[in-house]
């Protein structure tokens, strides 16, 4: 398996994505559905097997479930170079707890880690653009988690140029995860020009 770099950090260029364990994605109505424990098991034993190293999952994700999932598997599989990115922004069940505000995205970091049974993830992503909070207080809390050994960096998701621009002026993000296949192409105009202006992954 190819190797590269996003924020710093080692990855396997092919990544795992983990939305549908537990659930379909961050949606309330399909926590629970998804893949089971053991389906998620055999996926990840399969991706583990093929080189991917790199596994991609978010708090909401079936509320919580992915990355318990993926806890599981790491504490029976024990694998040596795993990398974990998690994100955070939607809420984790019908409430309306949501958002980036530094003390939640702070407890939702540590609830993550309880669930992945982990001290520290390398990579640390907003789920989304928060209009109520300034980004660069969100950015004050992640380098405090990066301070703290907790994450190893952080990036942003889900945003456009405008956003992106802003979100670089206020804090040290070092990469970008939007959607981006051959139907959904508008990043190209947008984002990956400052991507390639910035050095961004």
Same mark, same amino acid.
């Given at each position: 398996?190819?190797?590269?770099? &996003? ?75 795993? /990398?974990?990115?998690? #994100? ?17 995205? #702070? ?8 669930? &992945?049974?982990?001290?520290? /993830? ?27 050994? #907790? ?51």
């Amino acid at each position: 398996m190819d190797r590269a770099y &996003l924020g710093g950090v080692e990855i396997s260029r092919v990544i795992l994505g983990c939305g549908g364990f537990g659930g379909v994605g961050s949606a309330p109505a399909f926590f629970g559905r998804g893949e089971s424990l053991e389906q998620a098991f055999e996926i990840m034993d399969a991706a583990w097997e093929a080189g991917i190293t790199t596994f991609d999952t978010a708090d909401a994700y079936g509320g919580g479930r992915s990355e318990t999932f993926i806890g599981e598997w790491i504490r029976t599989r024990r694998p040596d170079g795993l /990398v974990v990115a998690t #994100k955070t922004f939607n809420p984790m069940d019908e409430g309306e707890d949501h958002g980036l505000a530094p003390v939640r995205v #702070k407890r939702q970091l540590e609830s993550s880690l309880a669930r &992945l049974g982990v001290e520290r /993830v390398d990579l640390y992503l907003t789920h989304a653009w928060d209009e109520g909070v300034p980004i660069a207080e969100t950015a004050g809390a992640l380098d405090e988690l990066v301070a703290a050994g #907790k994450i190893g960096s952080y990036g942003l998701s889900n945003v456009g140029g405008a956003e992106l621009r802003e979100g670089l002026a206020g804090g040290d993000f070092r990469w970008v995860q939007n959607s981006y296949s051959l139907l959904d192409r508008w990043v190209e105009e947008e984002v990956l020009p400052i991507c390639s202006e910035r050095g961004l992954g």
